[in-house]
T-cell receptor, first 114, second 116 residues
Framework: EAQVTQNPRYLITVTGKKLTVTCSQN?????MSWYRQDPGLGLRQIYY???????DKGDVPEGYKVSRKEKRNFPLILESPSPNQTSLYFC?????????????FGPGTRLLVL | AQKITQTQPGMFVQEKEAVTLDCTYD???????LFWYKQPSSGEMIFLIY??????QNATEGRYSLNFQKARKSANLVISASQLGDSAMYFC?????????????FGSGTRLSIRP
C-alpha cells in the first residue's frame, strides 16, 4: 500500500530533551515536507526537500532540523524542544516539487513539550 | 508574497444541502496549483481536489467541485448533497511553480458541521 508513515504518533517530552520524529514514504517520491498544525493557523511548512541531500527552509524553521540522506526518509529533529513546539506535526510527500503535484500526508504526530 | 485566505472559520449546513467553502489566494506567479484537503476529527489529511492555474474547466471529483475564478483569485470548494460524514475541517492550499521554489501554503481552514 502506498503510504507515508510517521513515528511516533504521540509523544510527551520535557523541555530540552532532543527528539526525532521519523517519516518514511514508499512511493519513490522526490519531494518531502514537514508541517506543523496549530489551531487557527492552518498548516505551516517547516522544512522541505526537493530530493536527496537537498533541503530548504519553509515558513517556520526555527528550532527544527532535517536531513535527507535517503530518498524514502525525511526525519524531523528537535534539538532542544520548547513548549511552543507543542503541536500536531505532519510529514507529506509528492512525486516532484512541481505545482501540479498532489501531496500525500502521513497520519500526524501529536507532540506535547512540558 | 503568496497567501491563502479562508474567511469562514466555521459553518453549519443541513444534511443533503449543497455547501460552498470560500478560498481566495494571492500570487504573482503565472503558474500555480490549488488544492483542497479534508481533515476529519481523526486527524488525517485527505486530498479532495486539484485545480491548475491554466486549466480551462473547473475541476470535479464526485460530489466535490471547484469553482475557480482566476480573475478574482478565488477557488471555492462546492460539496453537493452534503452528508454527515462531510463534517470536518477543510483546508485550501496553493503551490507555486516559480516564485517560492516549491513551498506550499495553507489557509487557516473552515470547520464544516453537517446537521441531520
Amino acid at each position: 500500500e502506498a503510504q507515508v508513515t510517521q513515528n511516533p504518533r504521540y509523544l510527551i517530552t520535557v523541555t530540552g530533551k532532543k527528539l526525532t520524529v521519523t517519516c518514511s514514504q514508499n512511493m519513490n517520491h522526490e519531494y518531502m515536507s514537514w508541517y506543523r498544525q496549530d489551531p487557527g493557523l492552518g498548516l505551516r511548512q517547516i522544512y522541505y526537500s526537493m530530493n536527496v541531500e537537498v533541503t530548504d527552509k519553509g515558513d517556520v524553521p526555527e528550532g527544527y532540523k532535517v536531513s535527507r540522506k535517503e530518498k524514502r526518509n525525511f526525519p524531523l529533529i528537535l534539538e532542544s524542544p520548547s513548549p511552543n513546539q507543542t503541536s500536531l506535526y505532519f510529514c507529506a510527500s509528492s512525486r516532484t516539487g512541481f505545482e501540479q503535484e498532489t501531496q500525500y500526508f502521513g497520519p500526524g504526530t501529536r507532540l506535547l513539550v512540558l | 508574497a503568496q497567501k491563502i485566505t479562508q474567511t469562514q472559520p466555521g459553518m453549519f449546513v443541513q444534511e443533503k444541502e449543497a455547501v460552498t467553502l470560500d478560498c481566495t489566494y494571492d500570487t504573482s506567479d503565472p503558474s500555480y496549483g490549488l488544492f483542497w484537503y479534508k481533515q476529519p476529527s481523526s486527524g488525517e489529511m485527505i486530498f479532495l481536489i486539484y485545480q491548475g492555474s491554466y486549466d480551462q474547466q473547473n475541476a470535479t471529483e464526485g460530489r466535490y467541485s471547484l469553482n475557480f475564478q482566476k480573475a478574482r483569485k478565488s477557488a471555492n470548494l462546492v460539496i453537493s448533497a452534503s452528508q454527515l460524514g462531510d463534517s470536518a475541517m477543510y483546508f485550501c492550499a496553493m503551490r507555486e511553480a516559480y516564485s517560492s521554489a516549491s513551498k506550499i501554503i495553507f489557509g487557516s481552514g473552515t470547520r464544516l458541521s453537517i446537521r441531520p
